[in-house]
């Protein structure tokens, strides 16, 4: 025990600035971390759907976790249904058995809701494009707000395009 | 092309009297065609000979005048043998599955994929197809493969029914509960307790092999580092490798040594990012924060270092595509000394935590016996005493200089899983240091060219999950006729179909990520 608390003692709190992370990369941190807290005021739950990527957007989703991008300590959560969430993360060129998934799982997130595709191939098809078996992007198959590209983009990116879909909506109702 | 050999070692194979041709590049490849008894007799030969099947696949030359044959890889301790059999009209050819059970799904893979049989197979069910190509088998030539109307459903996959006093199925997938890729996974269970999982896979198939057939072949090694993400450089450098053995091209010393770079980045990457999950499947979140602390730092230096953070696209025909300049080798050496600090503080952590070994110790076992069965490889393999690495094994530039030092385990279970994965990064990180202070000066890359004839080659790299191969065929008019990709997750994923079973549905996600096999590597 007394291992793991020197660990974590030695390491510090998860947010501080770690080794060679710039300050640059610091301050885009905390700005879109201030600007979801502004926009949000709450949790945002989100459902990650791999709809038939390579699975390298995936890690990128994953590392929002690590304690750099410390995403759940604002209050972002990924969750387990989409009955629960309030937006989709979706990733790959929908392939063709994941098209009805894909759908379902759009039909059962409660609305108001967001999607937000992830990487070249959610975007546009990227390297796979369209074919007997790839329907190409997500667009193709259900709404999507934002897109975010890259291949994989990198964290930062990803965070950043959740952010501009919350904002649109945010700007989009204060317009109404 | 290749120059015929009588390798008087090669001796499960050398009794049937084959016509094997050695093909030109770094590791002990060999090519040959056989009839349906020696392709039968072979595939027991090699069993015998405690040799593995690789993989199976299927190729229509008919375009360029040839036929439809059937291909298989097997490892055996002198190297790699590629055997094809010419398919009549019937295509069907034997069926491998009564030797190595591992070829079972391979085989219905190659019916949906080529439209090729294999002759005898009990099982005949679809497995990559799920019913929505409206156009027979997509790799056959002269097929337009499209897919199937708007509205269609997903056929239903008839799963084998377990019945009995209070057996109930638990359906999952395919959208996963996590940020994970798709497939569906049905569990026949009596209360807590696993009786059967089977699984349903398929869902991220987008129709890789059809793809590369549109690429141009020195362009096709982006695909080919987009079939399984995590093993990004595994894939490219196999394709790369495949590629320059087809054209018969020397590549630089110094960008071998910076692929092998990449390679072990690779490795200590994902096993880095899977001892934190796996900690944190045991409820040690502490594990997790830490290990993907360490994963982030890493990947960050490879994306300055290497130009990207998974080092994609960084392997390409003819060598690397960036030279890090001294000041950043010395960087990634001075991160392997860091990390294996960390790494070192963070095994004993988890070696003294009961609570985590308590979850860990006889979980999802496989003993060797059932893993040698079952043709269990790569990462899982060692942890159940299959002792098979290609950098040990079958020695290819720059590893031959570097006496890779093998990790194994024979317990089988998710601790040995977790040991392997802690024992081999260490001699990553050990590899890495050498690989960064000897890589030899010079050029990072040379121009390939198309000769101008047929030509054929496999790459055969030991990835971090396994070994991964890619077979391929390139035309007279500079096309790709066949690029058949193989992940270690065909032979893996039916193992841990019986790792699971008698374990608790709780512990489910612990054993599964302990293998951490892949979804895209698999489906194509």
New interface residues.
Partial sequence: MW??LR??AR?GI?TEP????EEVDRARIDRIHAGLLEILGQALAIR????????????????L????YNIEGLGIR?V???RHADMLLVT??V????????KR?YDATPDPKLVVAVGDCGCDG????E?????GRVANVIPVDVVVPG??P?PMDILRGILSAVRQRAQARAGR | MATPVSDPKLRPLSTLALDLLRLPAALPIWQGRVDAARWLAAAHAVAESSGRLISVWGVDRSAAGGGMVACAAYGVLEGLVWLELLVGQTAAYPDLSGVFACAGRMQRATADLSGLRADGQSDTRAWLS?G????GA?LQSGTL????LPGT??ADYPFVRVEGDGVHEIAVG?????????GHFRFSVVGEKVLRLEKHL???????E??FTELAPLDAY??AG?????S?VAFAWAYCMALESAWQCDIPQRAVWLRALMLERERVANHL?DLGALGNDAALG?G???F??L???W???S?EALGH??M?DCVVPGGVAIDPTPDLLLRLTQQCDAIEGEVR??R??YD??AGLQDRFLTTGRVSPELAAQLGLTGLAGRASAQAFDLRCDQVWPPYDQLEVKMATQRDGDVAARVAVRFDETLESLRLLRRLCAGAPAGAIRVDMMAPGVPSVGIGWVEGWRGEVQVALEISAANHIVRCHCHDPSWQNWPALEHAVMGNIVPDFPLINKSFNL???GH?L
């Fill in positions: 291992q793991i660990q974590v390491h998860l770690p080794p060679r992370i990650a759907v791999d709809a038939g990527s390579c699975n390298g957007c995936e890690l990128e989703i994953q590392a976790g690590n304690p750099y990924f387990a249904s989409p790959g060129p392939s063709r058995h994941m098209e009805e998934a894909l799982t990227g390297i796979f494009g074919s007997y078996a790839s329907c291949c994989p990198p | 799920h929505l190509w409206a156009a997509p493969p499209v897919g199937s459903l997903p395919p959208v996963h509960a996590g940020i994970i890729e798709p398929g869902y991220t198939h987008k129709g890789i059809r793809r982006r695909l987009r079939v399984s993400g995590d990004t990012g502490f997790l924060a830490q993907s602390r994963r982030e730092d990947q960050r230096l994306g953070r998974f994609m503080t963070l004993t952590v003294e935590h892949s979804y895209s489906d």
